[in-house]
C-alpha cells in the first residue's frame, strides 16, 4: 500500500521503518526536515514538504506527535494532512492525546469521507524498535479491520474498544496503571535496600509472584541503580496523566492516587530529570534518604 507517516521521533521513526520493511511505499513527514532525509536515506520511501503533500494519494496516513496541538497542526488546516487525503482513503492517529480530540479528528475525517481510527500504543521506544506494541483502538468496525492489515508490521496485539475516542480513554487507564506500579515499585525497592536486603535477591523472591509486573522486570536494576537517561519521558508522562486527570472531572472519577503520582513527576521534572525515564520516581525517595528535600 502507498501510506504516509507524519511525525519521527522515538515512536514514529521505527514504526514507519517497520512498514517500509513490510513492503508499503511510505512517504514521510516531519517538522525537523532533517529527520525525514535522514528516515529516507535509512529506508527509501520519500520526504514531503507538508502534511498534505505527504498524505496526497495515501490509502492510510499515520500520524505520531506529541499532544493534541500537535496533532490538529498537522491533520487540520489548509496544509493538514486531511487537506491532501482521497475520499475512502483512513487517517490513523498514534498520538497519546486526548478522547475529545479524537472525537474533533474524527468529526472532519467523516465530513472528507475518510475512515479514522485513534489508536494510541504502549510498549515504548523498545517495543516500536522491535515491532512489539500493543495498539489500543477507537473507530469504525471497518476502519479497525482495514488499520489491523497495516499494524501487524508492528504490532503484537491490537485491541478494538469502541466508537472513535475510545482507544485514547484506554491508554489512559494504561498510563493510570503503570504509574500506580511505578510508585508502589519505587516505595518497596527503596525499603528493601534500607532494610539492608539485596535487591536482586528480592527480585528473584517476588518477581514470578502476585507482584510481577513488566517494571519490575525491566525497571529494577536500574531504579536500584538511580540510572534513568532512556525510556519514556518523565514529561511525556505528566503530560498523559494530565489528560487522565482532567477526563476523570469531566465524567466523575476519583484519580487521588494518579493526582499524586502526578506531583511526584512535577518534582522530579523541576530538578531537571524533565528527560528521565518513568522509573525515575524512586529518586524522590533515594534523593530524600540523602537528607535531600
Given at each position: 500500500?502507498?501510506v504516509?507517516?507524519i ?5 514514529g521513526?521505527?514504526?514507519?521503518g ?28 520519500n ?41 475512502g ?46 495498539v ?45 506500579v ?19 535477591k ?26 534513568f ?13 494530565f ?12 484519580l ?38
Amino acid at each position: 500500500m502507498h501510506v504516509a507517516f507524519i511525525g519521527l521521533g522515538v515512536m514514529g521513526s521505527p514504526m514507519a521503518g517497520h512498514l517500509a520493511r513490510a513492503g508499503h511505499r511510505v512517504t514521510v513527514y516531519n517538522r525537523t526536515a532533517s529527520k525525514a532525509r535522514a528516515w529516507v536515506a535509512k529506508h527509501g520511501g520519500n520526504a514531503a514538504n507538508t502534511p498534505r503533500e505527504a498524505a496526497a494519494g495515501a490509502d492510510a496516513v499515520f500520524v505520531c506527535v506529541g499532544n493534541d496541538d500537535d496533532v490538529r497542526s498537522v491533520v487540520l488546516g489548509h496544509e493538514g494532512a486531511l487537506a491532501g487525503m482521497s475520499m475512502g482513503a483512513l487517517l490513523v492517529d498514534h498520538t497519546t492525546a486526548s478522547a475529545d480530540l479524537a472525537r474533533e479528528i474524527g468529526a472532519a475525517a467523516l465530513a472528507g469521507e475518510v475512515g479514522f481510527v485513534d489508536a494510541p500504543v504502549s510498549g515504548g521506544q523498545a517495543g516500536a524498535e522491535r515491532g512489539q506494541l500493543s495498539v489500543m483502538c477507537g473507530g469504525a468496525d471497518t476502519d479497525v479491520s482495514r488499520a489491523r492489515e497495516l499494524f501487524a508490521a508492528y504490532a503484537k496485539t491490537v485491541a478494538h474498544q469502541g466508537p472513535v475516542g475510545s482507544g485514547q480513554l484506554c491508554k489512559m487507564v494504561n498510563q493510570i496503571c503503570i504509574a500506580g506500579v511505578l510508585a508502589g515499585l519505587s516505595e518497596g525497592l527503596d525499603f528493601a535496600v534500607r532494610a539492608g536486603l539485596d535487591p536482586e535477591k528480592v527480585i528473584a523472591a517476588i518477581s514470578k509472584g502476585a507482584a510481577q509486573s513488566w517494571q519490575m522486570e525491566n525497571r529494577w536494576r536500574t531504579m536500584v541503580e538511580g540510572q534513568f537517561d532512556f525510556g519514556f519521558a518523565v514529561d511525556w508522562m505528566r503530560k498523559d496523566l494530565f489528560i487522565a486527570t482532567e477526563t476523570a472531572d469531566s465524567i466523575g472519577a476519583q484519580l487521588p492516587i494518579t493526582e499524586e503520582i502526578e506531583e511526584r513527576y512535577a518534582e522530579i521534572s523541576a530538578m531537571g530529570g524533565g528527560r528521565w525515564d518513568t522509573s525515575s520516581l524512586i529518586s524522590l525517595l533515594q534523593r530524600r534518604g540523602e537528607g535531600e528535600e
